[in-house]
Every structure is written in structure tokens, then in C-alpha cells.
């Protein structure tokens, strides 16, 4: 009974430590405060949108990414793509942009993230953002 007792904080640390390490809880932490998961359902809800909603972000950069770098498939689509989230959200900028003139004119480009999520994060939470939000026809299968 001891030993079981001894092993409680570890296991509860371990579970905790698990949770920054999933990547729907470090969207829901970190990137959901402004993106939201899907589109606004009314106009209240437009006009308090930050940031563009997460289908329409994926979209935009999913075909300026299809666009300027030519990939040969989804999958080098999806590896292109995931390399810039994780670029811009330490390092955004209007260049760095892909979203459609009247969707920048309401949001500019995001802020950096820089000492607000880690790499490790940003690595974690890319691949979730593509496989989640990117239109489907551009999914890997």
C-alpha cells in the first residue's frame, strides 16, 4: 500500500505532463483564444472574431503554399505547409501571408508567439492544424 501511495504524484505528473503534449489542448491554450474552430454563426460573433476562423486560415495558406512553392503531391503539400505554421507563428509577416486582401485588411498578420508557446508546441500543434482545417481535397489519404 506504501508503494502505491509513493507512486501517486508521479503518476499524476506524468498525466498532467501528458496534456502539453497533445495537441487539441495546446490549440485550445494557445491559438484558440483567437482562431476559432469553426466559422462565426452570426454577425455578433463575426464582429468579435480577432482572427480569421481556422478553415479559412488553412485554406488561404494551403493554396498560397500550393501555389508559390509547385509541390509534386499532397504529402510534400502537407510537409510545405506544416514548415511555414511553425515559421509563422514565431515569425509572421505581411510577405509571409496568404490570406485573401479583405480577410488581412480586418486582421493584419498574427503577432509572434515567440515566449508564448514553445517550439516543441509549435512542432506538436502544426501537423494537428493541417490534418484538421486544410480543405479536404488537399489532405494526405
Known amino acids: 500500500m506504501r508503494k502505491s501511495i509513493w507512486l501517486l504524484p508521479f503518476i499524476v505528473l506524468s498525466l498532467s505532463a501528458n496534456t502539453l503534449t ?6 485550445q491554450k494557445k ?43 499532397n504529402k510534400e503539400l502537407r510537409k510545405l505547409t506544416i514548415e511555414h505554421i511553425e515559421d509563422y507563428i514565431f515569425n509572421p509577416s505581411p510577405e509571409k501571408s496568404f490570406c ?17 508557446i514553445s517550439i516543441k508546441e509549435a512542432k506538436i500543434v502544426a501537423p494537428w492544424i493541417y490534418d484538421s482545417f486544410a480543405p479536404e481535397h488537399y489532405l494526405v489519404k
Open 22 to 27: 497533445q495537441p487539441e489542448i495546446i490549440f
Open 31 to 73: 491559438c484558440q483564444m483567437c482562431h476559432a474552430l469553426t466559422a462565426p454563426n452570426n454577425e455578433a460573433e463575426q464582429k468579435a472574431m480577432v482572427a480569421p476562423f481556422m478553415s479559412l486560415a488553412m485554406k488561404s495558406v494551403t493554396i498560397g503554399i500550393d501555389a508559390l512553392e509547385e509541390p509534386k503531391n
Open 100 to 116: 485573401e486582401d479583405i480577410i488581412f485588411e480586418k486582421f493584419r498578420y498574427m503577432p509572434s508567439l515567440e515566449g508564448f
